[in-house]
């Protein structure tokens, strides 16, 4: 099996579909690691789809109500694609926590700080600064120390850091 694909390594330089398709294979595994590049490619087509969300309700509000009813189901369609694959996004986020050596669990940590800093204070700021912190997790740094989070022995993960990282 080559290191492009052999799930237990990260991708490094994948492809906007080899993102995707390691996104859906792992989406409940948090263990081992994930590139740069496979965190990003999904990270662009949700906020891609969020902004067409937003376009579409947007768009909904100032036509007549024939239209409106068919964007607003339309903007009720590609949300929930959007949470699919947001819930993804969970175990990716951990992986790519792992590729720069940090625990997983500073994952979690994130997640509650967000959620109490969106009920503290439900504003633009709150929305920001959450964004920014987990945008952090995808310009960490590949790490050779992350190696201990792989699932498979260290000699084929050499092999793979050898691509080198992005």
Do not use: C
Not at 10 to 29: D, H, M
């Amino acid at each position: 099996m080559t290191a492009r694909a052999d799930l237990a390594l990260p991708l490094y330089r994948a492809s906007f579909g080899e993102a995707l398709s390691r996104l859906f294979r792992k989406y409940f595994v948090g263990d081992g690691r994930a590139s740069r590049s496979e965190f990003w490619w999904p990270q662009l087509l949700i906020t891609g789809l969020w902004l067409v969300t937003y376009g579409l309700s947007w768009a909904g509000d100032s036509v007549g109500e024939t239209a409106a009813v068919f964007l607003t189901v339309s903007a009720i369609a590609v949300a929930l694609a959007t949470m699919v694959l947001s819930f993804g996004t969970i175990a990716l986020g951990v992986r790519r926590l792992h590729d720069a050596n940090v625990s997983g669990w500073w994952y979690l940590a994130l997640l509650v700080a967000g959620l109490a800093l969106r009920v503290l204070a439900p504003d633009m700021v709150s929305t920001v600064v959450v964004t920014a912190a987990f945008a952090v997790i995808g310009l960490l740094p590949t790490s050779a120390a992350g190696k201990r989070f792989d699932e498979i022995d260290s000699a084929a993960s050499e092999a793979s850091i050898e691509d080198g990282p992005l």
